[in-house]
């Protein structure tokens, strides 16, 4: 286990497995950096004492690389899109629980850390597509319990993720 400040550093030490390749492992994980920037002002916590898992992240990014090849065969070419890339590793977190705190629960800290993934994937996601958006305090509550105590599957997530974002007409 490594601790999470250092997830940036340790990406060329990543072994590999199956079909996925280091700069697939490299985009996700600086993505995943990215996202969990307000993480230690959500947690409350010192987020260098927060450890992960190589292998059970390795074990998520290839679920979401296996998803994006689903969403190409079976839907005909169609891609998947950075907001499902996102809530898939959101709930990917929250049931494999990559992250450990000594001081927290395990579940709890995943599921939090799940939670601050996906709002922060709502408001960039939004940003850079010039669209206002605020995410509701309930909203965060009622996700945060869901995947602590809910079996919310991974296609709700998805949706959920893009409920947040206005269509654009043409």
Not at 14 to 33: A, E, G, Q, T, W
Not at 69 to 93: P, Q
Not at 140 to 168: G, H, P, T, W
Request: glycine share 2%; charged share 25%.
């Amino acid at each position: 286990m490594e601790n999470i400040t250092k997830i940036s550093n340790d990406i060329n030490d990543f072994p590999i497995y199956s079909n996925i390749d280091k700069v697939m492992i490299d985009r996700m994980c600086l993505k995943m950096i990215d996202l969990l920037g307000n993480l230690s002002s959500v947690l409350h916590i010192n987020t260098t004492e927060i450890i992960y898992q190589k292998d059970t992240l390795i074990e998520i990014f290839e679920r979401i690389e296996k998803r994006r090849i689903y969403f190409h065969v079976f839907y005909k070419g169609c891609k998947m899109g950075e907001l499902n890339e996102g809530a898939l590793l959101c709930f990917w977190i929250a049931k494999l629980h990559p992250f450990y705190h000594p001081g927290i629960d395990t579940i709890k800290l995943n599921s939090k850390i799940a939670v601050c993934l996906f709002s922060n994937m709502i408001l960039f996601y939004s940003k850079n597509n010039k669209q206002e958006r605020k995410i509701p305090s309930h909203f965060v509550n009622d996700l945060y319990y869901s995947l602590l105590y809910r079996d919310i599957s991974k296609e709700s997530l998805m949706l959920l993720a893009e409920s947040f974002i206005e269509k654009k007409s043409h």
